[in-house]
Each structure stands twice: as C-alpha cells, then as structure tokens.
C-alpha cells in the first residue's frame, strides 16, 4: 500500500491558481446579488443593505488581495507555504472568504424569506440555485485549501495519486472535496484531521441542505 503524502509535501499554494479562482468567485457574486435584489421588497431592504455591504467589502479585500498576490507572484515565481507566507497575506485571503461566505449565506438567507417568488420562472430560479452551488463550492474550495495549508499539520488527509503518488493536492483536489460535501453533505475518501475543517464542512453541509431541500422545495411549490 502506498504511504500518503507527507504532511511537509502538501503546504503549498499556488498563487496564479489562487488569483484565477479569486476573480470567478467575485464575478460569481457579483451577478448574484443582481439577480437576488430582484425579490428585495421594502421590509427586506434593510436585510438587503446588509448584504450589500457585505459584498463591498468582500469586493475590497478580493482587490486587495489580487494586487498583493500579483506582486508575491511576481516576486516569487514559487508556491506559498505556510512558513513563508506573511501573516497579513493569510489574514486578508481569510478575510475575504469570510466576506464572500457572508455574502453567499445572505444571498441564500433572501430567496429562504423572501415572501414570493412569483415574480421569475422557475428556469430563473433553478440558474440562481445553480449560481449559488456553483459560487459556495468554490469559496469552500478555498478554505479547505487554507486550512490544509496553513493550520500545523494541515486539515485534511487525501488518499495518495494513483498516477503520481508522490505529488502533494492541488487545487483540484479541493474542489471536488468541496463539490462533494456540496453534494452528498459530506466527504468521500478525504479524512478531516482537525476541527476547524470540520466546522467549515459543517457550515457548508448546511448551506447545501438549505439550497438543495428547501429552495428546491419552494421552486417545485411554486412559492
């Protein structure tokens, strides 16, 4: 049996991957605040604003966060490690999940409260639901990747590359991590070896719950 690949192998991120999903992430969002501002009513506007700025400063540390990562990329010319990576760097990147998740979780927050949806077909519908699946597999994608890299010992445990199992899990890997918990509310052959991956496994598992059974059931319903 193939050993897995050493915890010291797998701390590396690479940065023009890092930026390219950044950028999709933000456009994502982008379009679905326009299209979820559409059910706003004038009770809803205050809950709203709040989602919106959300998304302004999500905004503000993805611009931030681009123009940083392209001078360390440029500069480096290498994958970031947890050992070499400044402190400031990882406190943005974490600060702009943390807007992008607000952001997702206000969108999907609107479409649970909001008290019709009459207003669009359920095509319309069914493109926000695939928006919002789409944009929280990809944020998440990025906080497992985070955590794996820079919490001690990293997150998670990935069964080694069949075809090269020497090469330490890249970004791909995580996306189908994280479209898997989207999907099936849960991994698959991925082992989770420290609690805050499980705290952000559970907050997309119920993320996912609330997209897939409730939004469905209220598309179907008509509401």
């Known amino acids: 049996m193939t050993a897995p690949t050493a915890p010291a192998e797998r701390h590396t991120l690479r940065g023009g991957v890092l930026m390219l999903v950044i950028i999709v992430v933000q456009a994502l969002d982008a379009v679905l605040d326009a299209r979820i501002d559409r059910f706003t009513t004038e009770d809803g506007r205050a809950f709203r604003d709040a989602a919106n700025l959300a998304a302004d400063l999500a905004a503000i540390a993805c611009l931030v966060l681009l123009v940083v990562l392209g001078v360390l990329v440029l500069r480096r010319r290498r994958p970031f490690t947890r050992e070499d990576t400044p402190?400031?760097?990882?406190?943005?990147?974490v600060a702009f999940l943390a807007g992008a998740s607000v952001n997702v979780l206000m969108n999907i927050a609107t479409l649970v409260v909001s008290?019709?949806?009459?207003?669009?077909?359920?095509?319309?519908?069914?493109?926000?639901l695939a928006l919002l699946f789409a944009s929280t597999t990809l944020i998440f994608?990025?906080?497992?990747?985070?955590?794996?890299?820079?919490?001690?010992?990293?997150?998670?445990e990935f069964p080694p590359n069949a075809a090269h199992p020497e090469q330490a899990p890249r970004w791909f890997d995580y996306l189908s991590l994280s479209f898997y918990t989207n999907s099936t509310f849960g991994p698959t052959l991925e082992s989770v070896k420290t609690r805050p991956a499980k705290a952000l496994m559970m907050v997309q598992t119920s993320l996912s719950?609330?997209?897939?059974?409730?939004?469905?059931?209220?598309?179907?319903?008509?509401?």
């Open 87 to 93: 402190h400031w760097v990882v406190g943005t990147m």
């Open 115 to 128: 008290p019709s949806l009459e207003g669009a077909s359920q095509p319309e519908l069914i493109g926000d």
């Open 141 to 156: 994608s990025l906080w497992y990747q985070l955590a794996d890299v820079y919490l001690p010992g990293g997150a998670f």
């Open 209 to 223: 719950l609330i997209v897939l059974v409730v939004l469905i059931a209220r598309i179907i319903r008509g509401i």
